[in-house]
């Protein structure tokens, strides 16, 4: 999956990220929905799920100087860059309005990128939930 656009996506059975890889594929696009698209095969073969997925890429700047992500939904997630943890909606989280009040609270973090240099994006989440959306910027290559 070298030099491609988009999401390099692995499904776990579980939350950890380190044993029982279920399955992978790649992705394009920046709007994902879970049992409408991507976790919907994965999902559908299991009585109680508890599927984590991660999102991977690699991230070029066309900009140098401060960058915002943001992450939120309904269950857990963590975004890590170059394998340093930015954002954990993973170990706390607090109730938000998205998703009908179902979501976790959003939350944000800034972070200085350089121009031209690439950096790893990974998106961990965990799928023991009704419905999940992830908004992500997948015009990058996977590496």
């Not at 009585?47 to 992450?71: K, L, M, N, W």
């Amino acid at each position: 999956m070298d030099n491609k656009e988009g999401f390099l996506v692995e499904y776990f059975e579980g939350s950890n990220f380190d044993e029982n890889l279920v399955m992978q594929e790649h992705l394009v696009g920046n709007k994902f929905w879970v049992f409408e698209g991507f976790a919907k095969d994965v999902i559908a073969k299991l009585e109680r799920p508890d599927i984590s997925v991660r999102f991977s890429c690699a991230y070029t700047p066309d900009i140098s100087g401060q960058h915002e992500f943001e992450i939120f939904g309904i269950g857990k997630a963590r975004l890590l860059i170059d394998g340093e943890e930015l954002i954990d909606n993973w170990t706390e989280t607090s109730p938000g309005e998205a998703f009908f009040s179902f979501s976790s609270d959003s939350k944000k973090a800034i972070v200085d990128l350089i121009k031209g240099k690439t950096y790893q994006l990974r998106l961990g989440i965990n799928l023991r939930v009704i419905s999940q959306q992830f908004i992500l910027d997948a015009k990058h290559q996977i590496k």
